[in-house]
């Protein structure tokens, strides 16, 4: 159990610490993996940047994902929770749209137009407060990779035991301070567990 996301992240600041990293760059996902992504840039002396994904939300339960979709036109997504949930491709394409909105909103607020930090030939480590189905987490390490990466880390407070095989090949490399044999949601992990707001998010960016 974490006390809060300052605490998470500065557990998971040691770790990522131990593996002496050549040239990294922290890239958080908003809103709640900022606040962990900070501790871990921090600790490391490496700038911060936002990495920007959202989750494709299934109709009446947004917070179960059918995929992801990211910057540069990532996009991942779960065929067998689209068949199970019987959501056909006009009803994905109206969410997905939506959900592109609000990424352009995000990496407008959040970086003011700059563009992102430039990732080529550096090692990317993509942070957020907790890995669930893995989806934004899939998609986030595709961006990284478009933007240039050489190596990407995943890195995370907590995520389901078998978290890495279900992810494969995403990531380079993969690092938790959890690994959770049973997992129902992020947020149980943790005794204060806020949304986390825009303008923390730009906080943090800007120190």
Known sequence: MFRDREDAG?????????LR??????LGLPRGGVPVAARVARRLGAP????LVRKLGAPGYPEYAMGAIGERGVRVVRPAVLQALSVGADELAA???RERGELGRRAE??????????LTGRCAVVVDDGVATGATAE???SVARLLGARETVLATPVAPADWVEALGEAADEYVAVEEAEAFASVGRFYARFEQVSDEEVVRLLAS
């Open 95 to 97: 969410i997905e749209g």
């Open 21 to 26: 990293l050549p040239d990294p760059v922290i």
């Open 109 to 118: 607020r959040y970086r003011g137009g700059r563009p992102p930090l430039d």
């Open 48 to 51: 911060l940047d936002v990495l």
């Open 10 to 18: 500065g557990r998971l600041a040691e770790l990522v610490a131990h």
């Open 139 to 141: 998609a986030a390490c």
